[in-house]
């Protein structure tokens, strides 16, 4: 019994040894894997509507207020700055809504609920954005007013403002 064992031994390291001979030779190497991610940012609105202004009686001594959104989203880590020219019926810095050529509506947009800082197109009016922590859209109030007491026609009056993402 003891033989038969030895001699499977054997052949089992022959078979080994003769298998191992058999086989080619082998090297390996790296394959490095890379990329790179983008800054980028989108930016979209939702409309400031302020709905009815009345100048008689519920606006002659109140401003009408209203808010809209601007929503980005950006890659992880992009700063950016938001900024609003002044509309396409501006006179210098001050925003108006337009019914006919020669009717207009004053109003500004601020970048606080307070309304006390003026939401503008350059470095010292726009909002900087910290560093975005994620993709995720952070979306952010643009506060509207319509001062008291203007003298407007009847109508309906329309302002479009650019809103810019700089990143």
Known sequence: MRRIVFALVGVVIVSIAVESGLRAQTQTASLTVSASVATNCTIATAPVSFGVYDPVAANATAP??????????????????IGLDAGNHAVGAQRRM??????????????????????????ASDIDL??????????????????????????????IILATILF
């Open 64 to 81: 009408l207020d209203a808010t809209g959104t601007i929503t980005v989203t950006c890659t992880r880590g992009a700063i950016a700055h």
């Open 98 to 123: 337009q019914q006919t050529s020669t009717s207009h509506l004053l109003y500004e947009i601020y970048k606080d609920a307070s309304r006390t800082a003026v939401w503008g197109n350059d470095i």
């Open 130 to 159: 910290p560093p975005a922590p994620s993709i995720s859209p952070r979306v952010y109030t643009a506060y509207g007013r319509v001062p008291p007491s203007q003298d407007a026609a009847v109508g309906s009056y329309t302002d």
